[in-house]
């Protein structure tokens, strides 16, 4: 009888599930299955195998797309964490600084044509940069277009993980560090054996947040440069974009579903660990 | 010593600060300008986007202070084109749309990951997670496949819809959720309160701040949109401000500041207003 309930409870408790499931396997999974047919066959629908896939693995403007996008969540991401990281540590121990927190997420209700429009105004060749260095260089079609990108990623995205890091580093007890400055421990000691140790487990969600918004960065970089910017800044979302503009449905979809599938494996085992880092404390 | 090291890092803290806050000044106070000041300022608006230079080189020159304060891009915007207001209601309806749909399909979802008891609860919960991180140059096919399906291309539904379905909601929610005591649910269950009840009178009241920041975070993204109405919208009438921002900012830079202050008032609103219940809301998601 107890176990019937239970059994009633939990189908109940399932049931508020379900307005997202359906959601998500009707827009997002039952769609993905369908267009899946596009990757195996050619343009008029004759089957073709893997052919699709073994084509844009030969695709020079894939791997190109690919390299940079794996090249910018490589070179910003980790960055995005460990400015904020350092800043929150400094800020914290200061009084009467709260509202600098404010400040640091300005960019964000900053509307993202106007960010381009800044940036624009800041890199292009009669723009601002180029007025103090006396050139008249556009600084976008440059090598220098890869650091640019990681810069307006950085400063978009700074002010929110630095409310996450001032977060995770308030949660750290004002004991610690009082016992190991008893037991003689040093300053630069104390910063990697405590506070480092117990940031991680705020790390998680400004990982996470982090990558969403490494996709993101889409939009500010095609209203900079459109959709074939310098090929520093070429990214698998302008690859896609234009793979959609020419109509090339094929292509597209062998690429979502290869992008798909790369991040799928990535989050699963992003899962594991962290579940085994949990099961660890 | 270690004051005059506070004093060292305050002062580098407030000069990276006032870096931050420059672009946020310059659009505020550039919207004052006369649309003749801007073109000055900013070279000529056609040449400006161009990459070729014709002629000699007019540098961006940033100024602050305006010659003399003008309301005229605010008169042209807000009286003279009635267009922009239309695309600001656009903007409105999708933002909310998407931020309702977020709240509520969100927190139920969440409600239900913290209370149903499977082995399929955290398996579930990663195909919303992967779903969640795809870029939406991945997602794009799909959408489109079902927004055909449904007949609904060309309209705002094609776009709330697939957003409003986007499990990041379901996330955001379920780690604040996670944050609540299960013995407060057992004690619940004990009294008798069933799932709905534990849901109206525990979870949510619980996770207000969670609510917070799921709005917060919904709303500067969706009034962001840039993707979604280019690809789904064919016509130009039905498309939110921050695509016609964009091409304000392609051609007739003498309007983008004012409408880049007046598209960003809600935002610096629902900021100010809520940043309180928001931090909060992060804080209890990032630990846990």
């Known amino acids: ?281 | 010593m270690s004051i005059i090291k506070d004093i060292v890092v305050k002062i580098f803290l407030i000069a990276f600060a006032f870096v931050y806050i420059i672009p946020l000044l310059i659009i505020f106070t550039n919207s004052f300008m006369t649309p003749g000041e801007i073109a000055r300022s900013y070279g000529d608006t056609h040449d400006f986007f161009d990459h070729e230079l014709i002629g000699q080189i007019s540098y961006v020159q940033y100024r602050l202070i305006p010659e003399r304060i003008s309301l005229n891009q605010y008169n042209t915007l807000l009286f003279r084109t009635p267009a922009y207001l239309d695309h600001f209601m656009n903007s409105i309806k999708l933002t909310l749309s998407v931020v309702a749909m977020h709240v509520v399909v969100g927190s139920l979802a969440a409600y239900g990951f913290t209370a149903w008891k499977s082995r399929f609860n955290e398996i579930i919960f990663c195909v919303c997670i992967i779903v969640m991180v795809l870029p939406f140059q991945a997602t794009l096919v799909p959408n489109f496949i079902m927004a055909d399906t449904l007949g609904i291309l060309n309209t705002h539904a094609s776009i709330i819809l697939p957003l409003g379905f986007s499990p990041f909601a379901v996330f955001v929610m379920r780690q604040s959720m996670k944050g609540i005591p299960a013995s407060i649910f057992e004690a619940a269950q004990i009294d008798g309160a069933n799932h709905f009840k534990q849901f109206i009178h525990i979870a949510l009241p619980m996770s207000k701040s969670g609510v917070a920041a799921l709005i917060i975070l919904t709303f500067a993204d969706s009034w962001a949109m840039v993707e979604h109405p280019m690809v789904f919208l064919r016509d130009n009438a039905l498309e939110p401000l921050s695509v016609v921002l964009y091409r304000l900012g392609q051609g007739d830079i003498g309007l983008i500041f004012a409408a880049s202050v007046f598209y960003m008032l809600p935002m610096v609103w629902i900021f100010l207003y809520g940043q309180e219940y928001f931090e909060q809301g992060v804080k209890l998601s990032a630990l846990r």
């Open chain 1, 1 to 281: 009888m107890l176990s019937r309930v239970t059994g009633k409870e939990n189908a109940i408790a399932f049931s508020f599930l379900i307005p997202s499931l359906a959601g998500v396997a009707l827009f997002y999974v039952i769609p993905f299955f369908m267009s899946l047919g596009y990757a195996t066959t050619d343009s008029s629908g004759n089957f073709t195998g893997i052919e699709n896939f073994a084509n844009l693995f030969n695709s020079e403007a894939f791997r190109l797309a690919s390299r940079n996008t794996f090249r910018f969540m490589v070179v910003a991401i980790p960055l995005s964490i460990a400015i904020p990281l350092v800043i929150a540590c400094l800020l914290f121990n200061l009084k009467r600084m709260g509202r600098l927190k404010t400040i640091f997420m300005s960019p964000l209700v900053i509307p993202t044509a106007s960010t381009a429009f800044f940036f624009q105004s800041l890199f292009t060749s009669n723009g601002f940069v180029s007025s103090l260095l006396g050139v008249n260089t556009d600084w976008l079609q440059t090598d220098h277009a890869f650091t640019i990108a990681v810069g307006l990623y950085i400063w978009k995205n700074l002010g929110f993980n630095l409310v996450l890091a001032l977060a995770a580093r308030a949660n750290i007890p004002k004991e610690y560090y009082e016992w190991s400055a008893v037991e003689g421990m040093g300053k630069i000691r104390m910063f990697f054996k405590i506070t480092i140790i117990y940031l991680v487990p705020g790390l998680f969600i400004m990982f996470v947040m982090s990558f969403i918004n490494s996709f993101r960065i889409y939009r500010e970089l095609y209203m900079l440069s459109g959709n074939y910017p310098h090929q520093s800044i070429y990214m698998l979302q302008h690859y896609m974009n234009n793979q959609f503009m020419w109509l090339n449905r094929q292509n597209l979809t062998t690429s979502a579903f290869v992008v798909t599938f790369v991040i799928a494996a990535f989050m699963v085992a992003f899962f594991i660990i962290d579940k085994k880092s949990h099961y660890g404390e």
